[in-house]
C-alpha cells in the first residue's frame, strides 16, 4: 500500500465538460504600443474569453471540492480579466515581454492550468483531476511538475522580489507579477518595490485588491493598509481601476507596460465577482463550494459540467484502520481549545496585562481564533506578516510575567529565523503553536510541507530556554500545553493538518489523556520490544505503531518509542534504544535537518552503536492528500519492511 493504486486512477471524463473551452478561445494578437484602446470587436473578443475562463475555472476548480481535495477559486476567477489583456500582448509583442504570467499569490494556480490548457500543453480534460495526489496538478504551481507551467510560486508574497531578478536577466523585456492584497502584506514586497524603483527595473504589477483574504476584509483587520498608498509610498508610479470595467482596465494596464521602469496597478472588484453567494464573501478565497458551482453552471447553460461535478468521488485513504490506535482528533484545534481552558481561571484584566495572542490571517486553521471571541482583549487579528508578528509576539513577552502567543503554519517558519534569534537574545517568552506541520493532508504540496522544524532550535549549546514539542494525539496536545503554557523562554508547539488517532496501550484504552503529566525532555515508551525500536513522533507515530502490531503479530518483537521533545536527549531512554539491535528513526520532517540528521551523533558521542537508520520526507510532493505519507515511504507498511531489512 505504500504506492496506493489509487494514485494511477484517471479521470473517468476523457473531455471537458464546457465542449467550448478551450477551443472557443481567441487566441487575439495586441500590439499595447499601437493600439490605444480596444475597438468593439476586439472588446467584445475579450469579454468572451474573458468568460469562457471564468466558466471554465468555476467548472474544474470545484472538482477539488466535490473531492474533497480542495483548492481555491476566487481569486483565480477575479484576475481573469487582467490574464486575458496580458496574454493579447503576450501573443502581439512577443519580443517585448518575459511571457510568464508569474504569481505571487500561487494558490491562484488554476490560472496556470488554464492557460496550459489554452495553449495546447495539457488536455482540458485533466484539469478535473485538480489536486488530487499523484495527478501533477498541485495546489501551487511547480516548474517541471505540470507541462506548461512556468515557474514555483512558493508562498504567498515571495514573487514579485523573484520578478525583479528576472527583469535584471532581461534588459529590455516587461517582466509581470500577479499580485493581491493579501500577498501585498509581506515584507517582502516592500522591499521588491524599493529595488524596483531604486534600480528602474521593468517589472509591472497588477495587483487584484478584492479586499478578502482567508479571515476576512483587510480593509477592517489592518485599518490604514492601502495598496495603492503602500507603492506610491516607496515610489512606484501606482494607480487604480475598476477590475470589471474592460476599458478602463485595458487603458490601465496598456499605460503600464508602455511605459519605461517599474508601474503597479490596484485592481478593485469585489470577490468572486457575479457569483451568486460567494462573492465578496471569504468563500471565494477558497474552493467554491460544489453546490454553489452546480448553481453556477446551469445558469449558465452548461448542465453537463454542472452533473460532472455530482458524480465526482470523494477522496479516501485506502487503509482505513490502524492496530493499536483509537478513535481521530484533531490536534490543532485541541490547541486553541486547550488554550481557552488555561484562560478562563483569569480575569479580563489579568489576561490583557499577561498575554497578547497575535493572529496572521490564519487563526480559524491553527485554533488560535478560539480566543478571539470568548478573550477579545489579548486578541489582534493582524495580516499576513509572519515576521513583524511574531516579534511583536516576542517583544510583549520580553518582560517578566507576560507572554506573547503567536500561530501559522509550519512552513512559514522557516521565514522568522532571524527573528526567532532576536527573541532568544531578548529572553522573551513566545509560545509557538505551528500547525500543519509535516506533509499529511498538505494539498497545496511542496512549498507548503512544514519539514525543516527543526530551524527553531537555532541557539547554542548553552540554550535551556528552547523547546520544541510535537505530540503524537489530541489528547497529548492538551497534556503537553497545560504544562509548557507557563515556561519561560521560546516554545514551538507544532501539531499536523490531518486528525490522528488516540494511541491506544496494549489493553485498549488510551495511552495519553488531558490529566496525565507531561514531562519536557522525557520519552515515553508506547511497546516494548526484544528485536530492536522505532522512535517517532507526531503522526509517524500512528502508523509505527500500526507496523510494531503487525509485525509482533508475525513474530517480530519490535519496540517504539514517542519522542515528543524533539531537541532534548532522554538519556535514559537513549541509552536502552542504544543498546538494542537497531534503531530506526521514522518522521514526518525532512530527513536532512529533523530528527534522524541529529540523533546518529547523540549516540555516537555516548558510545553507543546500534544498526541505525532514518526515515521521512526525503523527496518533492506530488499533490494529493493523504498520499503524501505513503510517497515519503513513512507509512506503515514501508515502516515494516524498512525494519525487516535491518533485522
Known amino acids: 500500500m505504500s504506492e496506493p493504486l489509487e494514485k494511477r486512477r484517471k479521470t473517468t471524463v476523457q473531455e471537458f465538460p464546457i465542449k467550448e473551452f478551450p477551443g472557443a478561445y481567441k487566441k ?19 469579454k468572451a474569453n474573458i468568460q469562457l475562463c471564468r466558466d471554465a475555472l468555476i467548472a474544474f476548480s470545484a472538482t477539488g471540492s466535490a473531492s474533497g481535495y480542495g483548492g481555491h477559486t476566487g481569486g483565480a476567477f477575479d484576475t481573469v480579466p487582467e490574464v486575458v489583456v496580458l496574454d493579447t500582448f503576450f501573443r502581439g509583442r512577443p519580443d ?57 510560486s512558493g508562498r ?41 524603483v531604486a534600480k528602474g527595473l521593468n517589472v509591472k504589477v497588477f495587483i487584484d ?35 470589471e470595467d474592460l476599458d478602463a482596465l485595458f487603458a490601465k494596464m496598456r499605460a503600464a507596460v508602455i511605459t519605461d521602469g517599474p508601474s503597479g496597478v490596484v485592481v478593485r472588484r469585489k470577490m468572486a465577482p457575479g457569483i451568486n453567494g460567494v462573492e465578496a464573501t471569504t468563500l471565494g478565497h477558497d474552493v467554491i463550494p460544489a453546490a454553489k458551482a452546480i448553481e453556477y453552471l446551469k445558469e449558465r447553460g452548461y448542465d453537463k459540467a454542472a452533473d460532472v461535478l455530482t458524480k465526482v468521488e470523494k477522496a479516501k485513504c485506502p487503509k ?45 486553521s491553527t485554533g488560535l481564533a478560539k480566543l478571539q471571541k470568548p478573550y477579545p482583549e489579548i486578541f489582534c487579528h ?22 506573547g502567543i503567536f500561530s501559522t503554519f509550519a512552513a512559514f517558519l522557516e521565514m522568522i529565523i532571524s527573528e526567532v534569534t532576536m527573541a532568544r537574545l531578548n529572553k522573551s517568552n513566545v509560545l509557538c503553536h505551528f500547525s500543519h506541520s509535516g506533509v499529511d493532508d498538505m494539498a497545496d504540496n511542496t512549498c507548503h510541507f512544514g519539514i525543516n522544524n527543526m530551524f527553531a532550535d537555532n541557539g547554542l549549546s548553552d540554550d535551556e530556554t528552547t523547546r520544541l514539542y510535537f505530540p503524537c494525539d489530541a489528547a497529548q496536545v492538551e497534556s503537553c500545553l497545560r504544562t509548557i503554557y507557563s515556561m519561560k523562554g521560546l516554545r ?39 528485536k530492536g525500536y522505532i522512535m517517532a513522533y507526531g503522526d509517524a507515530l500512528y502508523r509505527c505503531l500500526d507496523a510494531v502490531e503487525t509485525l509482533k503479530a508475525e513474530g517480530i518483537s519490535v519496540g517504539l518509542v514517542n519522542k515528543t521533545t524533539l531537541n532534548i536527549v532522554d538519556e535514559e531512554m537513549i541509552q536502552k534504544v542504544g543498546k538494542a539491535g537497531f534503531l530506526l528513526i521514522v518522521e ?47 507509512d506503515s507498511e514501508s515502516v515494516v519492511a524498512k525494519v525487516r531489512s535491518m533485522i
Not at 487575439?28 to 475579450?46: A, G, H, S
Not at 489579568?350 to 490571517?361: C, E, F, G, N, W
Not at 499536523?496 to 488517532?501: A, I, L
Not at 544498526?611 to 492528500?625: D, I, N, P, Q
Request: hydrophobic letters at 35%; aromatic letters at 8%.
Open 382 to 403: 493582524s495580516g499576513i506578516m509572519e515576521r513583524g508578528n511574531f516579534s511583536a509576539a516576542a517583544g510583549f513577552g520580553m518582560e517578566e510575567g507576560k507572554q
Open 28 to 46: 487575439v494578437e495586441i500590439d499595447p504600443w499601437k493600439v490605444e484602446k480596444l475597438t468593439p470587436e476586439l472588446r467584445e473578443q475579450l
Open 588 to 634: 514526518p520532517l525532512n530527513t536532512k535537518t529533523g530528527l534522524g540528521s541529529r540523533f546518529g551523533t547523540w549516540l555516537l558521542t555516548r558510545g553507543l552503536a546500534p544498526k541505525f537508520a532514518s526515515t521521512g520526507v526525503h523527496r518533492e510532493g506530488e499533490g494529493g492528500l493523504w498520499e503524501h505519507a505513503f510517497h515519503q515511504k513513512y
Open 492 to 530: 514551538f508547539l507544532f501539531t499536523t493538518r490531518s486528525k490522528t488517532p488516540a494511541i491506544l496501550k496494549e489493553d485498549g484504552s488510551p495511552f495519553y489523556s488531558p490529566e496525565r503529566p507531561f514531562i519536557p525532555g522525557k520519552d515515553d515508551l508506547i511497546r516494548e520490544g526484544t
Open 209 to 243: 485588491d478584492n479586499d478578502i483574504t482567508i479571515t476576512g476584509p483587510p480593509s477592517e483587520y489592518l485599518p490604514g493598509y492601502d495598496c495603492v498608498k503602500c507603492l506610491q509610498g516607496h515610489g512606484m508610479d501606482t494607480c487604480e481601476v475598476d477590475g
Open 156 to 196: 504567498l508574497g515571495h514573487m514579485w522580489p523573484f520578478v525583479n531578478g528576472v527583469a535584471m536577466a532581461n534588459p529590455g523585456k516587461v517582466a509581470i507579477c500577479l499580485g493581491s492584497d493579501g500577498s501585498q502584506q509581506e515584507g517582502n514586497d516592500a522591499e521588491a518595490a524599493r529595488l524596483a
Open 96 to 152: 517585448k515581454f518575459v511571457p510568464i504570467f508569474f504569481d505571487e499569490a500561487g494558490h491562484r494556480v488554476i490560472t496556470q492550468y488554464m492557460m496550459a490548457a489554452i495553449n495546447g500543453d495539457l488536455p482540458a480534460h485533466e484539469l478535473l483531476d485538480y489536486r488530487r495526489g499523484h495527478f501533477k496538478l498541485p495546489g501551487h504551481p511547480e516548474l517541471g511538475m505540470t507541462s506548461g507551467v512556468k515557474f514555483s
Open 320 to 364: 482505513t484502520s490502524y492496530l493499536g490506535c483509537g478513535a481521530m482528533g484533531s490536534m490543532r484545534t485541541t490547541v486553541g481549545e486547550t488554550l481557552v481552558k488555561i484562560m478562563a481561571p483569569m480575569t479580563p484584566e489579568q489576561r490583557k496585562a499577561s498575554v497578547m495572542a497575535i493572529d496572521s490571517d490564519l487563526g480559524s
